[in-house]
């Protein structure tokens, strides 16, 4: 079992930056692909970026692509979303989600955490 936990996020206003944490449990989370999604009232939730069990291959969503860094660190079972230049369209609630395969849609993650809001002010 491996369980999230997110930390970071806030109210910015607009091309502000966050940072947002996700802390994992469990002996196999070096082995997992993790992820971020956002969910923003009344649309479906959406891939935002992955990150290979390595660290090596990362992928990003073209919304977010050169602004948001995804990044982990395996001693610290922890993944990271740096966002900069941040939009008032980025706001959203933010997941971060495990899955045994690289993959962008919310179907192929197994664990989720509990979100994190993240409200961008114009």
């Known amino acids: 079992q491996v369980q999230l936990v997110e930390r970071g996020g806030g109210l910015v206003q607009a091309g502000g930056s966050l940072r947002l944490s996700c802390a994992g449990s469990g002996r196999t989370f070096a082995t997992l692909v993790m992820g971020w999604f956002r969910q923003a009232p009344g649309k479906e939730r959406e891939f935002v970026a992955s990150i290979s069990w390595s660290g090596a291959s990362t992928y990003y969503a073209d919304s977010v692509k050169g602004r948001f860094t995804i990044s982990r660190d395996s001693a610290k079972n922890t993944v990271y979303l740096q966002m900069n230049s941040l939009k008032p369209e980025d706001t959203a609630v933010y997941y971060c989600?495990?899955?045994?395969?690289?993959?962008?849609?919310?179907?192929?993650?197994?664990?989720w955490g509990q979100g994190t809001q993240v409200t961008v002010s114009s």
């Open positions: 989600a495990a899955s045994g395969r690289l993959g962008s849609s919310p179907r192929e993650y197994n664990y």
